[in-house]
């Protein structure tokens, strides 16, 4: 259990390469503790396809194993400083989903179910290439809940830096081989998106920027990792499957399911301790998306992964913070240039004003069942959060930032310049210094 681990000798550098069944449990054991300071270092599955198309997954992604953290205790924050994250994939597929009806209870990425037998979660075996390739492994039928509505497979650069999606004769040649091409881990037991082959895209050409697609830290109460965010979330609620949650349960999350593309080397992430030990987890690695992942999906791919954690000792939060990199801040919230803050000194000293505010970006992650709602989230977690009124929180985005969409329907940044007396007060002042070089 989780507090035995915490008893173990902590280490400088933890190696992952396990992963969960789908479910994020905090009764379940975690590998470490790592030190505080230390250093987790992962290779990942890919993210939404794979698990989505394998019903044995009971999360619709397939995470690692959550690592607990030296010294990190409920009511505290866990800072995780991204320091690489590194593509293997020499292939993937992707694109727009459809759900298939009678393919499942409820929820097609928690509780697959073989409307032949009427299995739940059935194990599956492989047979040949195509979108009937993945088969209950009891009666034999084709048991996956989805299919593509428009898809598309893409070929990555060595470099990192772009990927061209390919025709019908190349994807079929990827679909042989679909392990040795995507760089499916081991230990993972997702059949490959590869097998699929779509094709309605040929000769698109794409900019690879990496990102993870899911960072966090374990909710205190069992959660699909896919639904570990407030609009997957919400699906839960009075759902007619085993992990049906409560609103009440549901507010026990950690919003690990982010899928915002700031989350990537450079950035450093702030998550809440809601059990002993933190449970730091990842995976659903992306090459690249655009903001609000408007098709439900984008290039999953696997990957390596080095993050540094350090524990901040009675930070409590109710969701993730960011501070993302200059380039990815909006252009309102970016930190003044001494040009900028100069001039703006004249113009107070014109009008009488001897002082003006210094401030540093920050970005608080809303989550829920629509955008409204996840706006609604994040402004009340900023407010909380910075000691601020809901009302200064909506000025400051406003004038100093934006409400910034990582995923439809409810995925939020909430970004703006705040003051640094507010930051030093949260306990959160070193980290904008840091990425921002303030001093």
Excluded at 31 to 49: E, R, S, Y
Aim: charged share 20%; hydrophobic share 40%; glycine share 10%.
């Amino acid at each position: 259990m989780t507090k035995d681990i915490q008893k173990g000798k902590a280490e400088n550098t933890v190696f992952v390469s396990n992963f969960t069944d789908g479910i994020l449990d905090p009764k379940k054991q975690m590998l470490g503790p790592v030190k505080d300071g230390g250093t987790i270092i992962a290779n990942t599955a890919p993210g939404c396809w794979g698990p989505m198309i394998t019903p044995s997954l009971k999360g619709g992604h397939e995470v690692t194993q959550p690592v607990a953290v030296e010294n990190a205790e409920v009511g505290d924050a866990v800072a995780i400083r991204i320091r690489d994250i590194t593509v293997t994939s020499v292939a993937t597929a992707s694109g727009h989903d459809e759900m298939i009806d009678g393919y499942f209870l409820g929820d097609p990425y928690v509780a697959a179910k073989c409307p032949h037998c009427n299995k739940i979660n059935p194990e599956t075996r492989v047979e040949g290439t195509g979108p009937d390739s993945i088969r209950c492994a009891t009666c034999g039928k084709p048991v996956t809940p989805f299919r593509f509505a428009h898809g598309y497979t893409v070929v990555f650069d060595k470099t990192g830096r772009v990927g061209v999606t390919v025709n019908k004769t190349i994807a079929d040649q990827l679909a042989k081989d679909p392990k040795l091409y995507s760089s499916c881990p081991d230990q993972s037991q997702q059949a490959s998106v590869l097998l699929f082959a779509p094709t309605d895209l040929v000769g698109v050409v794409a900019r690879m920027r990496p990102f993870l697609g899911q960072l966090g830290s374990t909710p205190a109460v069992p959660l699909p990792d896919s639904h570990n965010a407030g609009d997957f979330g919400s699906f839960l609620i009075g759902a007619p499957h085993e992990h049906a949650v409560t609103e009440e349960q549901l507010e026990h999350r950690t919003d690990g399911h982010m899928d915002i593309d700031a989350v990537r080397v450079g950035a450093i992430l702030l998550v809440p301790v809601k059990v002993p030990g933190g449970g730091i987890y990842l995976g659903d690695m992306h090459a690249l998306q655009g903001d609000g992942e408007i098709a439900g999906h984008t290039m999953d791919v696997a990957g390596t992964v080095t993050l540094q954690i350090e524990v901040v000792k009675g930070c409590r939060l109710d969701g993730p913070v960011l501070f993302p990199l200059v380039q990815d801040l909006p252009y309102l919230a970016r930190p003044f240039t001494a040009e900028e803050i100069q001039r703006a000194r004249a113009l107070a000293k014109k009008w009488g004003l001897m002082e003006i505010e210094k401030s540093a970006p920050i970005s608080v992650i809303g989550t829920g069942g629509t955008i409204n709602a996840a706006t609604e989230n994040g402004l009340n977690r900023a407010a909380a959060l910075l000691d601020m009124s809901v009302a200064e929180v909506r000025n400051r985005a406003t004038i100093t930032g934006a409400i910034e969409i990582g995923r439809l329907p409810g995925v939020v940044q909430v970004t703006f310049l705040a003051p640094l007396a507010s930051l030093e007060q949260a306990g959160l002042l070193p980290f904008a210094n840091e990425v921002y070089n303030l001093d």
